[in-house]
């Protein structure tokens, strides 16, 4: 948690400051932008997660949505990108972090891509005949261009703005190694086995207060509704 929120601090206020002296560094500015990639429901996507998963998404439980905050202190700039997806592939990062960096002038390292490691969003790098789904492809387009449209309409917002960070406690997660009568154990439910309840939170707002931008992070597995689940 704490290098969390210590890589979110350097990333803010000195992504520049180290090649120049402090004193020249700008007042920090962040922007904000959340794009929408939930697929229709009759689009019946290959969906990520469980292996044994039968045929593509049925309806939407929740939206998805591309996040990302950017943030320049007058020298340099940096940008925060969270997918509501299972996650990236080295290459897909390559690919996309490279795109984004020569389209907003971004360096690709001052840009963080992640994912919310949700269960329940389609596939973006389907393969064999995954990837000749109707749709998969597109839809895979789609979050490309998302990715790359939030970064520069954040961009576009730029605000003076403050940071701040701090913790909280939220009692949602549970251990997942449990334990049969025999002694075995397996992938179930322990509420007495360790868990990390902390919630790291750094909060970006405008000079006058108001909310641009909350980042946290929060150890969980975003499995919730289960391997049957076949809603975004």
């Not at 973006?124 to 789904?133: D, F, T, V």
Request: charged share 20%; glycine share 12%; hydrophobic share 45%.
């Amino acid at each position: 948690m704490i290098e969390f929120l210590r890589w979110i601090l350097i990333l803010a206020l000195a992504v520049s400051c180290a090649v120049v002296a402090a004193a020249q560094c700008g007042a920090l500015r962040a922007g904000a932008a959340k794009i929408g990639i939930t697929p229709t429901p009759e689009a019946s996507l290959l969906m990520s997660g469980y292996g044994n998963r039968q045929g593509g998404h049925t309806g939407v439980h929740d939206p998805l949505w591309v996040r990302a905050l950017v943030l320049d202190n007058g020298h340099a700039r940096a940008a925060i990108i969270s997918a509501d997806l299972i996650g990236f592939s080295h290459g897909f990062w390559e690919q996309m972090t490279g795109r984004i960096s020569r389209e907003t002038d971004i360096p690709v390292e001052a840009i963080l891509l992640t994912a919310t490691h949700t269960h329940g969003a389609p596939a973006i790098e389907a393969r064999g005949e995954g990837a000749r789904r109707p749709g998969q492809a597109e839809y895979a387009d789609q979050v490309r261009e998302a990715l790359v449209a939030a970064v520069r309409e954040a961009g576009e917002r730029l605000a003076p703005a403050r940071i701040g960070a701090g913790e909280g406690r939220a009692n949602v997660n549970i251990n997942r190694v449990a334990r049969r009568s025999d002694g075995s154990w397996f992938l179930g439910l322990n509420p007495d086995g360790p868990s990390d309840k902390t919630v790291a939170v750094v909060k970006v707002e405008s000079a006058a207060g108001e909310p641009i931008a909350v980042l946290f992070n929060y150890a969980m597995h975003g499995t919730g509704m289960g391997q049957e689940n076949t809603l975004i």
